[in-house]
């Protein structure tokens, strides 16, 4: 997608749902996150308005989001949060712990995540602010 500004085109990077989930929780294991319970609303509003917050700055990261994120009415929760979990366990990138699914573990470290956080449109700083802003939401989360 091309944008004009002050008469200079600029390109700005597709920002996929996947990417932001990876970049998320790789921002969070950076900070020593290592588990974060998904039981309940209060996860999914918390990824809603990280999700909210990057709207917000998109623009100075040279990114577009190519996703939405809308919670249930009912429900609370997001299938689109929950294909991206899953899209992450499948790539092995973090677990489901206990009998219930509903621990989601990071299988990474701190080094390993400056790796993910180095390949995601948007970069570490785009991600810290995100991670702050989810935290802030959701101060449920294991180091």
Not at 1 to 30: H, N, Y
Not at 42 to 48: K, L, N, P
Not at 57 to 74: C, H, M, N, R, S
Request: aromatic fraction near 10%.
């Amino acid at each position: 997608m091309s944008f004009a500004v002050e008469g200079k085109a600029t390109l700005t990077k597709k920002l996929t749902r996947d990417d932001f989930l990876v970049g998320l929780l790789a921002a969070l294991a950076k900070r020593g996150v290592i588990a974060i319970s998904i039981r309940g609303r209060e996860f999914y509003e918390a990824v809603e308005c990280a999700f909210h917050s990057l709207e917000a700055v998109a623009g100075k990261f040279d990114v577009t989001p190519w996703f939405v994120i809308v919670l249930d009415p009912i429900h609370g929760d997001s299938p689109a949060i929950k294909e991206s979990i899953s899209s992450a366990v499948l790539r092995d990138i973090v677990s489901l712990d206990n009998p219930e699914y509903q621990d989601l573990r990071i299988k990474f470290g701190p080094t390993e995540a400056d790796i993910l956080l180095d390949n995601v449109p948007g970069g570490p700083e785009l991600f810290d602010v995100l991670a702050s802003t989810f935290i802030d939401a959701y101060p449920y989360v294991a180091v």
